[in-house]
């Protein structure tokens, strides 16, 4: 009977916290009138971080290949 009681309090609390963040979401707010801000509508400022992220993966490459390349050189003279 204990057991049945917990597993009841727990669905409860669950059930509480669950409810409590529905009853306090906020609806969007409604859209511009004058359309989209920018074309197409996605909007997704891509281009300057994306040369960022490449810049930094082919500085890691570069890093693992030397490394790579450096610690091979170590086993071959040992």
Known sequence: ???NRNIFFL???LCVIVFAQTA???PP????V???PCWPPPCVP???????AL???I?????MVYRSFKLRGASERA
């Open 1 to 3: 009977m204990k057991f």
């Open 11 to 13: 669905l409860f609390v």
């Open 24 to 26: 306090h979401a906020q």
């Open 29 to 32: 707010p409604p859209p511009p």
């Open 34 to 36: 004058g359309g989209p």
């Open 46 to 52: 891509v281009n300057g971080g994306i040369y960022y």
């Open 55 to 57: 810049a930094a993966a």
């Open 59 to 63: 500085i890691f490459g570069a890093a």
